[in-house]
């Protein structure tokens, strides 16, 4: 049952960090038996190049991709079905271009990226794996005619560039990614979203209650931020409100009394905000928040 809940997890996640750079996508369906593609990537035909901002995701994304992300190690037989689907992908791109009387470009032809959170080096050797120059360790290419990664994120490097991609590892690596996103900057573009979808998952884990320990793990280790997120939240939603009411008992206030303001504790902002309403004048105001640092 976890396993469909960390599913539509990565699904929803790489859609939100891809969907400003293309079209995706996700649980898209194939020929033959019915098959469903986690996510099928088409980048946009001007590239952002903001989308650097995503790291090693990024540069999957700076072509058509289908990527396949797996909760539990990927097995031989899961890899040779995601192998079928971008084959089944490229014969349907053929047969339109045929129809078109067009050629098909290779730069059309997706590239796929199987995302697992661990690998052993006995499968990896069994799909002739090889490096490649100018990749970070963990990516795993298949002979190029396969046009086919492997990721093995539990190999990659613990690196700004990498952090996209180890948010969907497992245990250790995906604790310390989530604490990498949360020390992210406030004003980060993907960060605040990202965030709601990791408090989501850990929200529908919860409620189940056939836990794997690693899932277990993840929603202790969560617990804590998700509390501080909430406590800061509360606080931000009241330093806007009493500053709103500020403005309107005594005037706009101006940007040195914001800063002051902001940096009262929650129990401060509640008193403060009972107090203004025997203020008329910005000395009061004044008076009161020298009171606070005696």
């Not at 699904?11 to 400003?20: F, G, I, T």
């Not at 980048?43 to 992300?69: D, V, Y």
């Not at 403060?272 to 640092?293: H, I, K, R, Y």
């Amino acid at each position: 049952m976890t396993r469909f809940i960390h599913d539509k997890f990565a699904k929803d996640y790489l859609e939100e960090l891809l969907k400003d750079y293309g079209e995706v996508k996700a649980s898209e369906k194939v020929s033959g038996e019915i098959k469903e593609i986690d996510v099928l990537f088409t980048p946009a035909k001007q590239q952002s190049s903001n989308i650097q901002i995503l790291g090693l995701l990024g540069r999957f994304a700076q072509q058509p991709a289908i990527i396949e992300p797996y909760r539990n190690p990927a097995s031989t037989d899961e890899i040779c079905d995601c192998i079928l689907k971008l084959l089944e992908i490229k014969a349907l791109l053929r047969r339109e271009t045929k129809a078109n009387k067009t050629k098909l470009q290779d730069s059309e032809i997706p590239k796929l990226w199987v995302l697992t959170p661990t690998i052993s080096e006995t499968r990896l050797s069994s799909f002739g794996t090889m490096q490649k120059t100018g990749w970070l360790s963990g990516v795993h290419f298949l002979p190029d005619a396969l046009r086919t990664a492997i990721v093995a994120i539990h190999q990659l490097p613990q690196t700004p560039e990498t952090l996209w991609l180890r948010l969907l590892g497992r245990g250790s690596v995906q604790s310390q990614a989530i604490i990498e996103l949360q020390a992210l900057p406030l004003d980060h573009p993907y960060q605040k979203a990202t965030l709601e979808l990791v408090y989501n998952l850990r929200e529908n884990l919860r409620v189940n209650q056939e836990l794997e320990s690693d899932d277990r793990e993840l929603i202790m280790r969560l617990e804590p931020l998700y509390q501080r997120d909430k406590e800061q939240a509360i606080q931000s939603g009241e330093q806007r409100l009493v500053i709103r009411l500020l403005n309107r008992r005594i005037g706009e206030i101006d940007t040195l009394l914001v800063e002051r303001i902001k940096s009262l504790s929650l129990e401060q902002l509640e008193n403060l905000g009972e107090a203004l309403l025997d203020f008329s004048s910005v000395g009061d105001l004044e008076t009161w928040l020298n009171q606070q640092s005696i």
